[in-house]
């Protein structure tokens, strides 16, 4: 083997950058290959990982936890609180796109809200952030939802139809605590799934902008900034809908909340364990036998 790779290393000026490209993800494959067959030689196992508390990932992962702890309350009747943070969405309602996560435990938007003061110790310091960012969405829906209402269009959103769960935590916390909830809920609004988005832009001069319509303003038209006949949509309802659908089916949703505990625990899992047909080292005991018979 490692004839080859001084060979190999000997070619490397001659490859062409496909090949160079290709030849770099092989290696990277077989890395991961010697490690395993390292591993499996080793009598002594490997946990796979180190519980470290203090691990960016680790901390995001217990604030996200203690999100889902909180109460479920009405987008409409959000108390005003002091506070930075991170928040959940969930929809109750009847429109036939998110009926399959309609009453579920997946939102169907996550967000933070970053403090007014970026040192800020206490809720009061950081402001009332939290209430600001689920007032703005509110907003947004009753805006989209009054427009339906009033033109006839079918089903509607409506604020009574909406949830929310909010975490008011440490400075910079919700940094990290935002990218895991979006890995593990995919939900449909957020830009990063890159489906249904646009629900929290904000309408400036529809004619200095050269993006094109939301997919958001697209199924819920209302908002009369993304309304301007100078913008194109993003992509036809038609296409929106269909790539709704897909997500749903390869995502499908948090029934309660036990499967997401279940979900966020298995992220502390340490791989150590014997297989079922693997006998136990009794190497100690062994030790023990040949000292007493002596």
Same mark, same amino acid.
């Given at each position: 083997m490692r004839e080859r790779l001084i060979r190999l290393r000997a070619l490397l000026p001659t490859l062409s950058k496909p090949a160079a490209?290709?030849?770099m993800a092989e290696l990277l494959s077989l890395m991961s290959d010697i490690e395993s067959a390292r591993a499996d030689l080793d009598p002594i196992k490997d946990p796979g990982a180190s519980f470290d508390p203090a691990d @960016? &990932?680790?901390a995001g992962r217990l604030v996200a936890l203690a999100l889902i702890a909180q109460e479920r309350v009405p987008l409409g009747r959000v108390p005003r609180t002091y506070g930075s943070g991170v928040y959940a969405i969930y929809y109750c309602g009847d429109? +036939?796109?998110?009926? @399959?996560?309609a009453g579920t435990e997946t939102p169907i938007y996550v967000g933070k809200a970053d403090p007014d003061n970026p040192n800020a110790r206490t809720p009061r310091e950081q402001g009332p952030r939290l209430f600001g960012r689920l007032k703005d969405h509110r907003r947004m829906i009753e805006i989209?939802? &009054?427009y339906a209402e009033k033109?006839? $269009?079918p089903h509607p $959103?409506?604020?009574d139809d909406f949830l929310a769960r909010r975490l008011v935590c440490a400075t910079n916390a919700q940094l990290v605590v935002e990218r895991h909830l979006i890995a593990m809920f995919r +939900?449909?609004? !957020? !830009? %990063?799934?890159g489906i249904c988005w646009g629900i929290s832009k904000h309408g400036d001069a529809a004619t200095t902008r050269s993006n094109k319509r939301s997919p958001w303003d697209v199924m819920h038209p209302g908002r009369a900034w993304a309304m301007a %006949?100078?913008?194109d949509n993003k992509a036809s309802p038609e296409d929106i809908e269909r790539r709704i659908a897909e997500h749903f089916e390869r995502n499908p949703p948090y029934l309660d909340t036990d499967h997401i505990v279940r979900d966020f625990l298995s992220a502390f899992v340490q791989h150590a364990s014997l297989s079922p047909d693997e006998p136990a080292d009794n190497e100690d005991s062994d030790s023990n036998e040949e000292k007493s018979s002596e």
């Open positions: 490209k290709k030849t @960016p &990932d680790t429109h +036939p796109l998110y009926a @399959p996560i989209v939802g &009054d033109n006839g $269009l $959103l409506r604020i +939900p449909i609004w !957020n !830009n %990063e799934i %006949e100078s913008l």
